[in-house]
Nanobody, 120 residues
Framework: QLQASGGGLVQTGGSLRLSCAAS?????MGWFRQAPGKEREFAAT????????YYADFVKGRFTISRDTAKNTVYLQMNNLKPEDTAVYYC??????????????????WGQGTLVTVSS
């Protein structure tokens, strides 16, 4: 089970940190987002141990994914936010890392989503 939190309203250029607490075993975990009328898109993912991370091109240099393995919690630090970052952000966990890490089909379970709104 995944519990996401940390969304909110922020101005352009601001920052937010999303959290996703996972119960059960350790998995590789990722963040996706879905804006109104658009498909869910990959943002970032991190390995079980936290040593490897991958990012979508549109978040590189602005977002950082990290995890606290002791707490089984993954974070997404989002800086320099833009209005186009407005979306519901979902955390996801996968039991087996694959080349589909940037696709929803690469994950087995999903959190409930947390809304991020960036005002211009």
């Amino acid at each position: 089970q995944l519990q996401a939190s940390g969304g909110g309203l922020v101005q352009t250029g601001g920052s937010l940190r999303l959290s996703c607490a996972a119960s059960g075993g350790t998995h590789f975990m990722g963040w996706f987002r879905q804006a109104p009328g658009k498909e869910r898109e990959f943002a970032a993912t991190i390995s079980r141990g936290g040593g490897t991370a991958y990012y979508a091109d549109f978040v590189k240099g602005r977002f950082t994914i990290s995890r606290d393995t002791a707490k089984n919690t993954v974070y997404l630090q989002m800086n320099n936010l833009k209005p186009e970052d407005t979306a519901v952000y979902y955390c996801a966990a996968g039991a087996r890392f694959s080349n589909a890490y940037d696709s929803p089909r690469g994950y087995d379970s999903w959190g409930q989503g947390t809304l991020v709104t960036v005002s211009s």
